[in-house]
């Protein structure tokens, strides 16, 4: 399976990535962590991108779609991959589409973890990364809404888009995304063309 987790910062989308990955038997593609170790290793990507990330701002496009690119051309992600934090753009939302088609792989679905701001900036107020401090986490959240949430609609366009209620234990929130990927599943089920040769 091929997905996409899109949520806000503080939706919990780490803690569920954990548990779908083990229930997937995916490559985990999470361009926040591919960033960070870009900048720990000084590479020429983390050095561009570092004053962004500190800023709560989107790293351009263009670099996050090479280092995108390079992940997915490797060969465990044959099997699929669950892309944790892209695309968050619509350029980058248009720039994987073109990847996909061009090698004729589809795309299961997209989950949306929905949970409301109050929640999560009372969640994101505990954690301590140093880019969570209030003014980058108000930054963070305004560049969710205005960069970010446009791709809802352009998944929601295209049938591809489940939003999950993000609102429960971690078991409850688990149980919804497991429906989801069923009806992702059923899909592409009655999309695929029947087998002439399996038919009655
Ligand atoms: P969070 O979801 O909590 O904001 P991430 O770990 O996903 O954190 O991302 C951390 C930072 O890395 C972001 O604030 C942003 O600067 C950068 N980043 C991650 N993914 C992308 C992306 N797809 N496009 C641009 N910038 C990104």
Redo the contacts with the bound molecule.
């Keep these: 399976m091929r997905v996409i987790f899109i949520?806000?910062?503080?939706?919990g989308?780490?803690t569920q990535s954990q548990r779908l990955l083990r229930y997937l038997g995916v490559p985990h593609i999470?361009?926040?962590?591919?960033?960070?170790d870009a900048v720990r290793m000084h590479t020429t990507e983390g050095l561009l991108?570092e004053k962004?990330?500190?800023?709560?701002?989107?790293?351009?496009?263009p670099?996050?779609i090479k280092l995108?690119g390079i992940r997915m051309d490797q060969a465990d992600c044959k099997v699929g991959c669950l892309l944790?934090?892209?695309?968050?753009?619509l350029g980058?939302a248009q720039a994987l589409d073109s990847y996909l088609q061009g090698r004729g792989i589809p795309l299961s679905g997209v989950l949306e973890l929905r949970v409301n701001e109050e929640v999560l900036i009372q969640r994101l107020a505990g954690r301590g990364?140093t880019?969570?401090e209030p003014a980058v986490t108000r930054q963070?959240f305004q560049?969710?809404r205005e960069r970010t949430e446009p791709l809802l609609e352009y998944y929601q366009e295209r049938g591809l888009l489940a939003a999950i209620n993000g609102i429960g234990t971690t078991d409850e929130v688990f149980e919804r995304i497991k429906s989801a990927l069923d009806g992702f599943q059923r899909r592409a089920a009655a999309a695929r063309p029947t087998d002439p040769t399996k038919s009655a």
Excluded: C, W
Excluded at 7 to 11: H, K, M, S, T
Excluded at 30 to 36: Q, V, Y
Excluded at 84 to 89: A, E, S, V, Y
């Design positions: 949520g806000p910062p503080g939706a989308k780490g999470s361009t926040g962590e591919i960033l960070r991108a962004y990330m500190n800023e709560g701002h989107l790293v351009p496009d670099i996050i995108v944790d934090g892209f695309p968050r753009t980058q990364r880019d969570d963070r560049t969710y």
